[in-house]
Antibody, heavy 121, light 108 residues
Framework: EVQVLESGGGLMQPGGSLRLSCVAS????????MSWVRQAPGKGLQWVSG????????YYADSVKGRFTISRDNSKNTVFLQMNSLRVDDTAVYYC??????????????WGQGTLVTVAS | SYVLIQPPSLSVAPGKTASLTCGGN??????VQWNQQRPGQAPAVVIY???DRPSGVPERFSGSNSGNTATLTISRVEAGDEADYYC???????????FGGGTKLTVL
């Protein structure tokens, strides 16, 4: 079964750092781009970042550029989201998503269950 | 930035047809994905590449895209279709994915 599973969420203070992980299974991980999408409480979906299957191409939403870094370890079937300088408005459920090809611009086909990040003092 | 406009809510009776719209500047030139999010659950894809259905999604779900409006059509609506629906497009000029604000579909 193709699936992705996020972990690493928690309660952080403003200005802190957190690293999310997403472990993939059921497919050849290195062949597929991956993205992170978040959803603030009671709000809609917001794309955060994407990374090509090769790991060469990275993309970021303007709201996180310079603070968040996406990366992957294809030997461990894992994609990461390093979040620095966290702000209260980063509070959200963060979903990991697999794309249909190695390119970030192709549609998502699999969503994870999400991990909650809360930023509060 | 590319803006996608979705009506916040839509109500439909069981057995009827629901048409959910997603408006964007020349959206017909882009490829649209539709995601369904039932209460308390993660999103799931119901339509991609404007009108393709993933395996397991009922044929009652269909999509179209032309001009400035993309449409998700759900025929013979069932209680289990009650969910939030989000359209999604890739904007090549900014290399960003954008989501619409979502439409909450209520089955009466």
């Amino acid at each position: 079964e193709v699936q992705v599973l996020e972990s690493g969420g928690g309660l952080m203070q403003p200005g802190g750092s957190l690293r999310l992980s997403c472990v993939a299974s059921g497919f050849t991980f290195k062949n597929y781009a991956m993205s992170w999408v978040r959803q603030a409480p009671g709000k809609g979906l917001q794309w955060v970042s994407g990374l090509s299957g090769s790991g060469v191409s990275t993309y970021y939403a303007d709201s996180v550029k310079g603070r968040f870094t996406i990366s992957r370890d294809n030997s461990k079937n894992t994609v990461f989201l390093q979040m620095n300088s966290l702000r209260v408005d980063d509070t959200a459920v963060y979903y990991c998503a697999k794309q249909r090809t190695g390119l970030v611009e192709t549609p998502i086909d699999i969503w994870g269950q999400g991990t909650l990040v809360t930023v509060a003092s | 930035s590319y803006v996608l406009i979705q009506p916040p809510s839509l109500s439909v009776a069981p057995g009827k047809t629901a048409s959910l719209t997603c408006g964007g500047n020349n959206i017909g030139s882009k490829s649209v994905q539709w995601n369904q999010q039932r209460p308390g659950q993660a999103p799931a894809v119901v339509i991609y590449y404007d009108s393709d259905r993933p395996s397991g999604v009922p044929e009652r779900f269909s999509g179209s895209n032309s001009g400035n409006t993309a449409t998700l059509t759900i025929s013979r609506v069932e209680a289990g279709d009650e969910a939030d629906y989000y359209c999604q497009v890739w904007d090549s000029s900014s290399s960003h994915w954008f989501f619409g604000g979502g439409t909450k579909l209520t089955v009466l």
